[in-house]
């Protein structure tokens, strides 16, 4: 079984620049997620698909942040404008149905200077 | 909301001797508790998880955890710690979503 995967792996932009990152999830998984990680932090949760629709995006900065499922399979998160402080990993996740654990990809670094 | 405190930010152990790693958390219902493993340059990857049934749960690389509700705790252990088992973990609880807590590194020492 493939896992999930994401794109880029790193990637490092000037504060005030836009980016987008890439994730593509277990086939069959019905269930997205977008995780962010600073350094030495948990995981928080940014926003959650099902299928093509939102589920939770209470913590997402939407003034900077957007992310969107279309089809319901391959998502995107963008950072526009970017600042500091949202230099962190970004890791994506699926699930399937029912209480399991969630599948993370290897996650984006992101580098603001 | 659910949430999971993790009270160490670092572990240390001598490679053979057993480990602990600690993990409390707070959830209205019944708890589905997991941990994570995550090693330099990688995502999270799946160690072991309580739903129901057994309060000891055994997961990957020889890892378990001890489900207790009454202290409302899931301790993840190891009986004789390898030097290839230090990276950060991470206790999460999941209710509508994953909730993680802060993580612990852990260093095993030759």
């Known amino acids: 079984e493939a896992g999930v995967a994401q794109s880029p792996r790193y990637k490092i932009i000037e504060k005030r620049q836009s980016v987008a990152f890439w994730c593509n999830p277990i086939?069959?998984?019905?269930?997205l997620y977008w995780y962010q990680q600073i350094l030495g932090q948990g995981p928080k949760l940014l926003i959650q698909?099902?299928?093509?629709?939102?589920?939770?995006d209470s913590q997402l900065p939407k003034d900077r942040f957007s992310a969107e499922r279309l089809k319901g399979v391959d998502s995107t998160l963008k950072i526009q404008p970017a600042k500091l402080e949202d230099s962190a990993v970004y890791l994506c996740?699926?699930?399937?149905?029912?209480?399991?654990?969630?599948?993370f990809g290897s996650g984006t670094r992101l580098t603001v200077v | 909301a659910q949430s999971v405190a993790q009270p160490e930010d670092q572990v240390n152990v001598a490679e053979g001797n057993p480990l602990t790693v600690k993990c409390t958390y707070s959830?209205?219902?019944?708890?589905?508790l997991f941990w994570y493993v995550q090693y330099p340059n990688r995502g999270l990857q799946f160690l072991l998880k309580y739903i129901t049934g057994d309060n000891l749960v055994k997961g990957s690389y020889g890892f378990e955890a001890e489900f207790n509700k009454s202290q409302t705790s899931f301790h993840l252990k190891k009986p004789s710690a390898l030097v290839s088992d230090s990276a950060l973990y991470f206790c999460?609880?999941?209710?509508?979503?994953?909730?993680f807590g802060a993580g612990t590194r852990l260093t095993v020492k030759p």
């Open positions: 959830v209205s219902g019944n708890p589905y």
């Open positions: 999460a609880v999941r209710d509508n979503d994953m909730r």
């Open positions: 086939s069959g998984h019905a269930t």
């Open positions: 996740a699926s699930s399937s149905s029912g209480v399991y654990g969630y599948t």
């Open positions: 698909f099902q299928n093509n629709g939102v589920v939770d």
